[in-house]
């Protein structure tokens, strides 16, 4: 089985590069001093390459040869990097961010209510972070404990829109937060981009609050299991927004697994000592660790220094819901833009300092 290397945009196989056969050259057996590499033998403790059949030497013909096993010889000690594989589309249900051949993050964006039980299930949208193999969560879906907790999700539960009031944080009454389309998917070694057309209506399911288009960007790096941008521009639609709520029950949150909720193993930092996440406002980050199928995982969750003022973490349960929670508003037609990053990593948990140093680079990066 051989392993897919990349060199400058391209992909090789490390098989062995073969110059073409000779057709004007007749069939001919090999000396037992031989060692024969298909069309080409090479004698033991000798420099001089002989071809097959080859009285005289055919410059082109060697120069291609040596072409050949210099960009072999290249190929082979390039270093494997990790790449991006696009994205993989499940019609109708979510799609999934690849890197090496595995999902990554998966979008959950299918909405169906044709049944209770079905809008029930499909009355958000959000993003579920796929594990090492690809193929199970790190983070909780619908139902259980607590079925509106959805992996990365955002929400309040108190959105005034001319004067009426509605739940989507818990979706209530009918209230959904709708994919309408794609707007762009991009994908290259460095990273993936997904934008889409989020629509957000009150209770009731007729009447749209919001226009929202939001961009994830997973970077693909090796220093971490995933690295996130997420970047939400709301636009309200035909009346002024109010968003407000508490920080239990609104903003950009984190929610991992159901076994989670099981086990009671998350534990939170802080970007230093003394803080008091119930008091002490506009934190840079907050990161939590839990465990989960005998791995132990560190979440880290920034809020870029951009964003509305007198922003309050919710950084305290033991099931590891959490993230940051904002109050403000948005007048008729004008748009707000949150911005956050998440990263996560395995095993060692990260130093303060180091994750310091990563909010520092997720504000340089965000700014230009």
Known sequence: MTTPVAYMGHRFDNTVINAPPDKSSTACKPRQ?????????????QDQIIMKNSKQPNPRR??????????????????????????????GKYLDVMQEGKARLRYMY?????????????????????????????????GHKYTHHRG??????????????SDLWHMGGGAVQKHNKILAQEADKAKSVLSTQ????????????????????????????????????????????????DPEHAGFQYRPHQDVFENKSAKYLFNQAGIDPKKDK????????YD??????????????????DTLYSAYRDYGRFGCFVETEIKQGETLTLRYRIRITLAEV????????????FIKIANH
């Not at 024969?36 to 403790?45: L, Y």
């Not at 220093?223 to 521009?233: I, N, R, T, V």
């Open 198 to 245: 989020i629509d957000w209506f009150m209770t009731g399911g007729e009447t749209q609050c919001i226009e929202e288009i939001r961009t994830v960007t997973v970077y693909h790096t090796d220093d971490a299991h995933l690295l996130m941008d997420f970047e939400s521009k709301l636009k309200a639609i035909e009346g002024d927004v109010t968003l407000a709520g």
């Open 350 to 361: 990260p130093s303060v300092d180091e994750m310091n140093t990563r909010y520092s680079q």
């Open 33 to 45: 001093d031989e060692v024969h590499f298909r069309n080409i033998r090479v004698k033991p403790n």
């Open 282 to 289: 506009d934190l840079p980050w907050v990161a939590e660790t």
């Open 152 to 165: 990365i999700f955002l929400g309040w539960n108190k959105l005034t829109h001319n004067g009426q009031l």
């Open 110 to 142: 299918e909405f169906d209510n044709s049944t209770k039980d079905k809008a029930l299930e499909t009355y958000k949208v959000f993003y579920h972070v796929m594990d090492e193999t690809g193929e199970d969560t790190l983070t909780k879906g619908a």
């Open 292 to 309: 989960l199928r005998g791995q132990k995982y560190t979440v880290q969750h920034m809020n870029h220094s951009d964003n509305p003022k």
């Open 62 to 91: 060697q120069n291609s040869l040596f072409r050949a096993a210099l960009l072999f010889l290249c190929v082979m000690t390039m270093p494997v990097v990790t790449h991006a594989d696009g994205f993989k589309d499940t019609k």
